[in-house]
Structure formats: C-alpha cells, structure tokens
C-alpha cells in the first residue's frame, strides 16, 4: 500500500512517517506548495490508498478522490485505535517511500526507493559519525527531498535529537545562524545555495555556533568562496562535508574538506564511494576510463532504487546491466553526469552530459518546462536553459517562439505556469523571438541564443519611476540582485525574476543597511518597492537621520552599480 503525507512540517509530519512505515506500506510525500495540477497528478501516478494530512489542507486534497486523514484533528480516533504491535513484514527489496522529481516527458517522474539501499546509507553514517552522543540535528529538508529521510532517520537510529523548523525559518537563512545558536545544534544537512547563504549570514553576524560539529552539503556542486572559508576558519570545532548521488541511489560518494579552509580548491570534488557502492566512469563504448579521463559516471552496488514507477522503458535506459559485477542481475545507474577520476582516488564532477538542470538543490528537465509554456495558446515553442548571472548565480531562462505582434507579458506567462509548475521550476527571465534559431541539425542553436539583456521586462503594470529616498534604495538593491537596468516603483518582484531564495538575499541586505529587525514574510506580503517602502517607514521611529543616511547609501550603491552597468533613465 502506498500513503500519502501532505503537511507542513510538524511533530504529526514525523509521527505519519513512522505510522506509514510500520504498517509496511510506502509514504509518498506530497508538498502542499506544488500547484494542484502537477499535485493531482502525482496522487493518480502514484495509485495512493490514503493521504494522512492536516485539516488546512483537507479542501485542496478532496477532489481526488482519495481517503483523507487529517490527523491533527482527527488524535481522539487515532487514540481510540487497538495499540498491538503490528507484525509488517519488511524484505530488503520493501518499498520505502516514492519521491518525484522533474521529468523529460513533460510530467514528474517517480522513484521507487526501498529498503536496501537505505539501510546500507544509514549503516554508513552511523559507522562513519564523529558527531558527541545524542547529537542534535537540524531538520532543514523539506519531507519532498529525499535528504529528509537521512535527517531523520539517521538522528533517530543515534539516539539524537530532531530539532524541527517551520517553513518561514527555513526560508530564513539570514536568521539560520541565529536558530544554529539557540538550540545548538551540532549537524546540518544543506544544499550548496543555502550552504552559501548560511556562510554570508554568519560572516555578518555575531554567531557563536560553538556546538555545531559537521556540516553536510550537497543537491548540487559546492562551491568554496570566500564567505565560505571565513566560516569554516571561524568555526574550527567544525567540519565540511561535500556529498554526492542522485535521487536514484541516495548518497554515494563523500568527501570531507581539510581541515584548514585556506587549502580548499574553488570547485571541491565529491570524494569517495560509500560502503558497498561502487564507481564506474565510462566512455562512450562502456569502457572505464584512466585517471584523469573524463567520462559518464555509473554507480552500481546495493545503493540503487527499484527504478521508476510505472516507467519500465525510462527504467531499463537507465538502470542497465552491470558488465564489472560477478553478481547475477547487477545493475549500475546512468547518472548522466560526467566526472574523472584524481590520482588520490577522489571523484571529481564536471558536468553534465545532457541538459538536466540542477537549480537551488532541485533537480529540473528542461523539457519539463518546455512542456508547460508549450500548453499556452500563444507560445509556438519553447526552449529552456539555465545560464550564469553570476559566480554560483545559476538561473533558469526560456527562449519562446511567439508573434511578436500579440505576444504574452512576462506577468501572464509566470502566472500561467504558477498553476502547473513548483516554484523552482519558473524561469527567471523571458526572451520572446519571432523564431528560436536553429543549426544544420534542425535543432535549436544554443549558441545562437542571445543573453538575457539587462532591461525591464514588459509587465502589465506601467512604469513608475521611485521616490527619492527609500524607494530609490531598495531599487538599487533590486536591480544589483535581479541583474536589471532599472525597476519600477508598482513593479511586483517576483514578476521580474524574484524567487523565494533571492527573497532571503534581499531580507539579509535589508537587515544590514536598515539595522533593524525585518520579518522575512514581509517581503512576500509587500512585493513592489512602493508598500514595501510603506510598511518599512511605517515601522521606522528612528526620525530623518536614518532618513538621509538611506538617501546617501543609495546614491553611493547606484553610482557603483552605473559602473558596472549602465542604468536607463527612461520608460
């Protein structure tokens, strides 16, 4: 039987898990953030008996047709239940849980994870630990990413302490350190953005985090800036781990850094494979490549996932006969990443061999995408691509074939796909052509594509010039963060390529110029320059001191940003 779980994170979050697996039964995660079209259709693929939920939720789920659980209502009935031990049997080949993750063919796909390789992880990280007895970990994933199961799992199993956050302190990363602090914490798992945030949060602040032990980053490549090492230099009770493996093998390589953060390389390699794993790095005829030689990384061993749900052609693409393994009826997993091997024996990752995205620890297709914005009535076509706006600034941007004579605004498009896709998933920027330019091949020319320019995209609401003052502060803050020319007073900041993590950049910058307070939801409750500067001079008692010394910043930060790029003075 498979279960649903559809809540925000909670004491009742933990307890569905465990409830779902001692019945035996598989739990489905289901983020009540995702729009109900892709929701819907991950409740139909998955064939689910049941969805434990809370009652906020009970409304949006009800159309399914699924029998509904709210538990946080529902404790007198759970409590009324018989309290036997239930006898499940569980087998190394025993579904655990089913995770979705972006696919190529327009919809998600689901992976199927038992019992095995979950085991062989947490066997793993229990022998390896250097963490004190009964040591606290901070649950920072979500129950969609599959990092979740080890946070909670693996501190379980220790005897340790899972120290719950809600939704708005995980956005929070300006304030994580401060959380790290109270309730000292002493293991963090974190994606490589959030890592970096964490770092310029901590850099900035006056943190102590004299409990915290060993930090594990992964989701995407690590990289070591500068913030980065001044932490680590800060913090020398602490160390840095880089793990790597795609959600169809969990965990399967790790590299823990030096221990003196002014040795670490830029781009840090993954390290080595785990217990009972294994490596390969083949060439394009399947042969292992030398040291050094880049090739396409396979993984093999008790580490791999049933394959996908419902999927046995994508299945048998990727999961593949093993030719190394004496084992009858091994397998390894094409990850589609390339690496080499270093001569210390450390994997080092380089790319990847097709276009999969990795944005802000997810997982995105393309074609996934390009699937959604296909479905609008006035876009012919439709290709997307991640580019770099900056070092470790990766963001998505969709190349749409229209006419340019009727052709939809940028606001129209981001909220036609708000109701198909996650939040991860809509591109950042817009370049509307008449045609996508093509090669020889007939295929669309990558290189051909022009870059995102820096002016204002075209928005329903017209252009305001900002006030003197507040407002021409935060749209320099606006326009130095969104890589933008200039921005308009009534403009909405997710309609210009905001996301939820540059949200928390903007939190953390307001925080330092303004010095004061700012609730993070704010930002979500006032996303035009003009309330946000409203409620900021509602809130503000300090008198036209702080007034003029924001007039000055501001005049400073916009003469060095006209440096870097010049900004236009009209509509």
């Not at 210390?344 to 297709?365: A, L, M, P, S, T």
Request: hydrophobic residues 45%; neutral net charge.
């Amino acid at each position: 039987m498979r279960v649903g779980i559809s809540m925000h994170r909670s004491f009742e979050m933990l307890v569905a898990i465990l409830g779902v697996l001692k019945t035996g039964a598989a739990y489905v995660p289901l983020d009540p953030a995702v729009p109900e079209e892709r929701l819907h259709y991950m409740i139909e693929d998955a064939q689910l008996a049941l969805i434990l939920t809370q009652q906020r939720f009970v409304e949006t789920l009800t159309p399914h047709g699924v029998t509904l659980l709210p538990i946080d209502t529902d404790w007198a009935k759970i409590a009324a239940q018989l309290g036997t031990k239930l006898e499940a049997p569980a087998f190394a080949d025993s579904l655990v849980y089913i995770t979705y993750t972006s696919g190529s063919t327009g919809k998600p796909k689901g992976i199927l994870m038992t019992q095995r390789p979950l085991l062989n992880l947490l066997g793993w990280m229990l022998r390896t630990t250097d963490l004190p007895p009964r040591a606290r970990t901070l649950q920072f994933a979500s129950l969609s990413f599959d990092v979740s199961f080890q946070d909670i799992f693996s501190t379980w199993l220790s005897g340790g302490t899972l120290v719950l956050i809600s939704e708005a302190q995980r956005q929070d990363l300006a304030g994580l350190a401060d959380l790290l602090d109270r309730y000292q914490i002493h293991r963090l798992f974190l994606p490589s953005v959030a890592l970096q945030q964490l770092a310029e949060g901590f850099c900035n602040g006056s943190f102590a985090c004299q409990n915290l032990r060993k930090i594990v980053s992964g989701s995407e490549q690590l990289m070591a800036t500068e913030a980065l090492r001044k932490m680590f230099t800060l913090l020398p009770q602490c160390r840095l781990h880089n793990e790597y493996g795609p959600s169809e093998a969990h965990v399967v390589t790790e590299l823990k850094m030096p221990d003196d953060p002014a040795t670490w390389v830029v781009r840090p390699a993954v390290g080595k494979p785990i217990d009972n794993t294994q490596m390969y790095i083949l060439d394009r005829v399947g042969q292992i490549v030398p040291v050094g030689v880049m090739g396409e990384l396979h993984i093999g061993g008790v580490c791999l996932a049933r394959g996908y749900l419902g999927r046995a052609e994508l299945t048998a693409e990727k999961f593949v006969p093993n030719p190394f393994s004496q084992e009858a009826g091994a397998r390894m997993y094409r990850t589609g990443d390339q690496a080499r091997w270093l001569a210390n024996g450390d994997i080092e990752f380089v790319g990847r061999v097709d276009h999969q995205i990795k944005i802000r620890g997810y997982r995105v297709e393309p074609s996934d995408v390009e699937a959604a914005l296909e479905k609008h009535e006035q876009v012919r076509e439709a290709f997307v691509m991640a580019r770099e706006f900056g070092p470790g600034d990766k963001r998505l941007v969709a190349y749409l074939g229209v006419d340019l004579a009727k052709a939809p605004g940028v606001s129209e498009l981001r909220g036609f796909l708000a109701t198909k896709l996650p939040e991860y998933m809509i591109p950042s920027a817009f370049v509307l052509l008449e045609n996508l330019p093509l090669n020889a091949n007939g295929k669309v020319d990558r290189k051909a594509l022009p870059t995102p320019d820096s002016a204002r995209p075209e928005l329903a609401t017209a252009f305001v010039a900002p006030q003197a003052g507040l407002e021409e502060f935060l749209a320099v803050q606006w326009c130095d963060l969104l890589k933008l020319s200039r921005v308009g007073s009534r403009d909405n900041f997710f309609d210009l390529g905001g996301n939820s993590v540059m949200v928390v950049q903007i939190h953390h910058r307001l925080k330092q110029h303004l010095q004061r307070d700012l609730p993070l939801i704010a930002l979500f409750q006032y996303p035009t320059i003009d309330t946000l500067a409203q409620f900021l001079g509602a809130k503000d008692a300090r008198g036209t001191a702080q007034q003029q010394s924001i007039v000055d910043r501001a005049a400073r930060q916009r003469a060095a940003l006209a440096q870097r790029r010049p900004l236009a003075t009209h509509p």
